[in-house]
């Protein structure tokens, strides 16, 4: 009954986008790694700490262009981008469940991929911290300083993110109801964007509230990890399959 299941989902047209969609989603796991390994490099905690005004940020992208890019969120925009395969491979495999859940979930998905790129300001701060390092007068520092401080307010923008969480929270949802994924893998989901829609709402409407959101950030980072890792692996062993599906079977 299982590799019924397998057949029905991972027809020969699908077998090697489901693979690739796995792969993606294991690498955005990876990205995520990359981005707390580099937190705990010499310097970084420091100069990030430093990041208060925007000055402050031109002076870092003239020190260190790559740690600037980073710490306005190039890492989580490679890793979110990752996802896009996963999140349409998991609308495909849950559609019989509940196509229009599983189609709501993908909605919210590319929603918040879009909003996320369009409000994400750190090429943009890159690119005006030249120009503020070589202006010759005050009024031209001033003027690149507002523009920058416009950038910030728009990049504190978390919308996007709030929604590919409400998505990645629909589909674990969806796949309480299919065989597909398996409880666990749904459970795991549950919890994981729950805890990262909660965190969202902290930082936006209590940031003061840094013991809380920390804790909640740990238990939901750790979560959504797992449901990577989780839903990657089920990806693969759909792409895997290698036996065509029974005639007749629809």
Known sequence: MHKQVDYEVAGPGWRGYYTVAGTAMLFSVLVVVAEILIGFLPGVAHASQRTVTVIDW??????????????????????AALLTPAFLAMYFALRRASEPWAALGAILFFMGMAIYMADNRAFAMLSLSGPFARAATEA???????????????????????????AGLVLSAVMLRSKIFGKATAYVGVVGNGLMIVLEMILASAPGWSNVWLIVAMCGGVSIMAWYLLVGRRLFQMGAVEEEPQRGKE
């Open 58 to 79: 031109f002076t870092l992208f003239q020190n260190n262009w790559f740690l600037g890019l980073r710490n306005l969120g190039l890492l989580n925009l490679i890793g």
């Open 140 to 166: 031209q520092r001033t003027l690149l300083g507002a523009a920058g401080q416009a950038m910030l307010v728009e990049g504190s923008n978390r919308v996007g993110l709030f929604l590919i969480d409400a």
